[in-house]
């Protein structure tokens, strides 16, 4: 699993680096035509969803906006109490990993849409920065970019900035401000593209770094203690809170 998962990262930063900046038949993209929202602070009733983990509670914000149909196949799970009781099967390259139906992280659930997966929402304003919540899933076909997601999706914990990635950055033409932003909060900006993000932890980075460094099985990226996933619940964000 693990060699499989490396496989798909490579897969994607070589297409991305292929691409020049992500899609590539998307519109061209300047600082001027993106907001990086994920930097914004959250409003009052945006939705969220509270992840209640035997490590403590994460917050994150939904971005029903940008990524509709992964949002709706979410709450929908959320709803269902698919993602009770259900464990982080991976941690990896500072990415942690749930939502799957079973240990392994092999299969996801999809309760909306096509059964085959949900296509690729990807959003020049959201990128795989620390805290980013990214949808997971089925690569379609052996030679395609785009990645199917279901329930399975992964935070990105903090990553140190690095000058090697933000020197692919620059030489691939990525627009100043994504740079710019990476360095400053870090993360994992070249898996941008295929992984639809949908969320970004607004309060619980804590818990998602300290879960990130947990110990995994040799030769897997399967967290030697089980971590839990006790419930997830979907609210607005209130000012009061």
């Known amino acids: 699993m693990k060699r499989i998962l490396k496989i798909i990262l490579s897969s994607v930063l070589i297409a991305l680096l292929c691409a020049g900046c992500m899609a590539s038949d998307a519109e061209p993209v300047t600082d001027e035509t993106i907001e990086l929202v994920q930097l914004e602070d959250i409003k009052e009733g945006q939705p969220i969803a509270i992840v209640n983990t035997s490590y403590g509670e994460i917050r994150f914000v939904l971005y029903e906006e940008y990524a509709p149909n992964t949002v709706?196949?979410?709450?929908?799970?959320?709803?269902?109490?698919?993602?009770?009781?259900?464990?982080?099967?991976?941690?990896?390259?500072?990415?942690?990993?749930?939502?799957?139906?079973?240990?392994?992280?092999?299969?996801?659930?999809?309760?909306?849409?096509?059964?085959?997966?949900?296509?690729?929402?990807?959003?020049?304003?959201?990128?795989?920065?620390?805290?980013?919540?990214?949808?997971?899933?089925?690569r379609d076909g052996v030679y395609t970019k785009k990645v199917l997601s279901d329930s399975r999706f992964f935070f990105v914990s903090y990553i140190e900035p690095d000058e090697n990635v933000s020197a692919k950055l620059e030489e691939n033409d990525y627009p100043q401000k994504v740079i710019d932003a990476y360095n400053?909060?870090?993360?994992?900006?070249?898996?941008?593209?295929?992984?639809?993000?949908?969320?970004?932890?607004?309060?619980?980075?804590?818990?998602?770094?300290?879960?990130?460094?947990?110990?995994?099985?040799?030769?897997?990226?399967?967290?030697?203690?089980?971590?839990?996933?006790?419930?997830?619940?979907?609210?607005?964000?209130?000012?009061?809170?």
Do not use: C
């Open 72 to 138: 709706e196949n979410f709450k929908e799970l959320v709803k269902s109490g698919f993602y009770d009781d259900t464990l982080i099967w991976g941690v990896e390259q500072g990415n942690v990993f749930a939502g799957a139906t079973d240990k392994t992280g092999s299969k996801g659930e999809i309760l909306t849409g096509d059964t085959d997966g949900i296509e690729p929402e990807i959003n020049y304003n959201l990128w795989h920065f620390t805290g980013a919540v990214s949808a997971y899933g089925e």
């Open 184 to 241: 400053d909060v870090g993360g994992s900006p070249l898996a941008s593209g295929n992984f639809t993000v949908f969320g970004q932890v607004y309060e619980g980075m804590d818990v998602v770094n300290k879960i990130a460094e947990a110990e995994i099985i040799s030769d897997t990226i399967a967290p030697k203690e089980d971590i839990r996933i006790k419930n997830i619940t979907l609210s607005t964000y209130s000012l009061d809170e």
